[in-house]
């Protein structure tokens, strides 16, 4: 009897502790529910989040309608806005698709807008205001021959390849009269604040690092699987035998940045060099796509204003900013280093050992790309209409305070519609050249940079 009551007590005592640990943690569960806390979150809010997909590499989210927000860094405040997206993320009404998917009108004029998330329309309160909106308005607002129908080609973080990708597979069918390019700043800040390095699209080293470790490391990878399991996997010869799974080494190069673990590639001042000319390649591919298409190549706005942009620095004084710091350059030794993570050594780096600052870079990028872009522009004078210009010169040439800008590139609906009404006055005189002083006077109004180099001719 003493033996049965004893056992009687030891289940009880077993039951009234899985009870007691049910409830602790059913308490912590309510709590969490409740508060929303997150101790510790690895989430990040983007403007416009983004999907795989084909050729592309990503996308925004398509098919998407409703709410979004972008901090307005300028006044501290946020801006709350409505957008939509298509079935490929672009800001459009109409799905875009491989084959034919749109009758051009007899007397229509087609003008595909391509960019990052300013062209895209991140900072537009509502669809309606988007740069590509506010150009068919004015395109259609000052002369009744031609019905302007503008397409958002824009999707945001895309660089120039992506953007010239998104054209040739949905842009070409629709047969184009204008193509009109708002980019570059994506295509540096890939390259060196994402440290992605040339010729690639954000996001592309994690991409990598995911196909590696999920496709190249076995055919008995499972997709879902932490630390633990992973370490376990390494260590183990009997939960590998029991269950066939293979490790997954840690091939990421990790950099420290922006207060997130970033994967990333090293990235020196030569890739800053080599994305200068892999961009205006690139800008020189929207050339052609048929025989009667006029383009307009344009740096999209930056807030720094036209001075600091363009004139204010020399560029070697832009180039020893960027290399400038004790850990900007990542040297032979820094390559040769592990990193220890909870004593266990991984591959890469990481620490802030990430290259040239972003900040000159971006500076000497835009310089540079002016340069070679009016190179270009000039060597097509006979073959193709074509012109450049940099979308900021509507704005004054001083650090604007919130009413255009809500942070280094994104636009307020005030910004758009300036930027947009450039484009359209640019498209108007040369589509309407018996129109055209009417056209340059206005642009002359419009434009703020008195002393940039505008072509009026």
Same mark, same amino acid.
């Given at each position: 009897?003493?033996?049965?009551?004893?056992?009687?007590?030891?289940?009880?005592?077993?039951?009234?502790?899985?009870?007691?640990?049910?409830?602790?943690?059913?308490?912590?569960?309510?709590?969490? &529910?409740?508060?929303?806390? /997150?101790?510790?979150?690895?989430?990040?809010?983007?403007?416009?989040?983004?999907?795989?997909?084909?050729?592309?590499?990503?996308?925004?989210?398509?098919?998407?309608? $409703?709410?979004?927000?972008?901090?307005?860094?300028?006044?501290? =405040?946020?801006?709350?806005? /409505?957008?939509?997206?298509?079935?490929?993320?672009? &800001? !459009?009404?109409?799905?875009?698709?491989?084959?034919?998917?749109?009758?051009?009108?007899?007397?229509?004029?087609? +003008?595909?807008?391509?960019?990052?998330?300013?062209? !895209?329309?991140?900072? !537009?309160?509502? %669809?309606?205001?988007?740069?590509?909106?506010?150009?068919?308005? *004015?395109?259609?607002?000052?002369?009744?021959? *031609?019905? *302007?129908?503008?397409?958002?080609?824009?999707?945001?973080?895309?660089?120039?390849?992506?953007?010239?990708?998104? +054209?040739?597979?949905?842009?070409?069918?629709? %047969?184009?009269?204008?193509?009109?390019?708002?980019?570059? &700043?994506? @295509?540096?800040?890939?390259?060196? %604040?994402?440290?992605?390095?040339?010729?690639?699209?954000?996001?592309?080293?994690?991409?990598?690092?995911?196909?590696?470790?999920?496709?190249?490391? $076995?055919?008995?990878?499972?997709? *879902?699987?932490?630390?633990?399991?992973?370490?376990?996997?390494?260590?183990?010869?009997?939960?590998?035998?029991?269950?066939?799974?293979?490790?997954?080494? &840690?091939?990421?190069?990790?950099?420290?940045?922006?207060?997130?673990?970033?994967?990333?590639?090293?990235?020196?001042?030569? @890739?800053?060099?080599?994305?200068?000319?892999?961009?205006?390649?690139?800008? $020189?591919?929207?050339?052609?796509?048929?025989?009667?298409?006029?383009?307009?190549?344009?740096?999209?706005?930056?807030?720094?204003?036209?001075?600091?942009?363009?004139?204010?620095?020399?560029?070697?004084?832009?180039?020893?900013?960027?290399?400038?710091?004790?850990?900007?350059?990542?040297?032979?030794?820094?390559?040769?280093?592990?990193?220890?993570?909870?004593?266990?050594?991984?591959?890469?780096?990481?620490?802030?050992?990430?290259?040239?600052?972003?900040?000159?870079?971006?500076?000497?990028?835009?310089?540079?790309?002016?340069?070679?872009?009016?190179?270009?522009? $000039?060597?097509?004078?006979?073959? !193709?209409? +074509?012109?450049?210009?940099?979308?900021?010169?509507?704005? %004054?040439?001083?650090? @604007?305070?919130?009413?255009?800008?809500?942070?280094?590139?994104?636009?307020?609906?005030?910004?758009?519609?300036?930027?947009?009404?450039?484009?359209?006055?640019?498209?108007?005189?040369?589509?309407?050249?018996?129109? =055209?002083?009417?056209?340059?006077?206005?642009?002359?109004?419009?434009?703020?940079?008195?002393?940039?180099?505008?072509?009026?001719?």
């Amino acid at each position: 009897m003493v033996m049965r009551a004893t056992k009687i007590e030891l289940f009880r005592n077993i039951a009234l502790l899985i009870i007691t640990v049910v409830v602790i943690l059913g308490g912590v569960e309510l709590f969490f &529910r409740i508060t929303k806390l /997150k101790l510790k979150d690895r989430t990040r809010q983007m403007i416009f989040s983004n999907e795989y997909v084909p050729y592309l590499g990503f996308i925004n989210s398509p098919n998407r309608s $409703g709410e979004y927000s972008v901090p307005n860094q300028l006044t501290g =405040k946020l801006m709350v806005g /409505k957008r939509s997206t298509n079935n490929w993320g672009y &800001r !459009a009404n109409i799905n875009y698709g491989f084959v034919k998917y749109y009758e051009k009108k007899q007397n229509e004029k087609i +003008v595909l807008l391509t960019g990052g998330s300013a062209a !895209a329309g991140a900072g !537009a309160s509502e %669809d309606s205001q988007t740069i590509d909106a506010r150009m068919q308005y *004015y395109l259609n607002t000052y002369q009744d021959r *031609y019905s *302007y129908t503008v397409f958002n080609f824009a999707n945001g973080g895309w660089v120039a390849m992506q953007e010239l990708i998104g +054209v040739q597979l949905f842009g070409k069918q629709l %047969d184009p009269d204008w193509i009109v390019t708002m980019n570059g &700043r994506n @295509d540096i800040a890939v390259c060196i %604040d994402h440290n992605e390095g040339v010729a690639a699209h954000m996001h592309n080293a994690l991409i990598d690092s995911y196909i590696y470790g999920y496709l190249e490391c $076995g055919g008995a990878t499972t997709f *879902y699987r932490g630390e633990f399991e992973n370490y376990l996997i390494e260590h183990s010869y009997a939960y590998r035998g029991l269950t066939g799974k293979v490790y997954i080494p &840690r091939k990421q190069y990790i950099i420290k940045k922006h207060g997130m673990n970033m994967v990333g590639t090293k990235v020196t001042w030569d @890739d800053v060099e080599k994305q200068i000319e892999f961009y205006v390649r690139i800008q $020189g591919s929207f050339i052609g796509i048929n025989d009667h298409c006029k383009y307009i190549l344009s740096l999209q706005p930056l807030v720094h204003g036209y001075t600091n942009a363009f004139e204010k620095t020399a560029p070697e004084e832009l180039k020893k900013q960027a290399l400038g710091g004790s850990n900007r350059v990542v040297d032979a030794v820094s390559l040769a280093k592990y990193v220890y993570r909870n004593g266990k050594k991984i591959f890469g780096l990481l620490g802030n050992d990430t290259g040239p600052a972003y900040g000159p870079s971006a500076l000497y990028f835009y310089r540079a790309a002016q340069v070679k872009l009016m190179e270009l522009v $000039g060597s097509y004078h006979d073959k !193709a209409d +074509v012109e450049y210009v940099y979308g900021g010169i509507v704005f %004054d040439d001083r650090t @604007d305070t919130g009413t255009y800008f809500l942070d280094e590139v994104h636009m307020t609906d005030q910004g758009e519609d300036r930027v947009a009404k450039l484009y359209a006055l640019m498209i108007l005189r040369r589509d309407f050249p018996e129109r =055209k002083n009417e056209f340059n006077a206005l642009l002359k109004d419009l434009i703020m940079v008195k002393q940039y180099p505008f072509e009026y001719s």
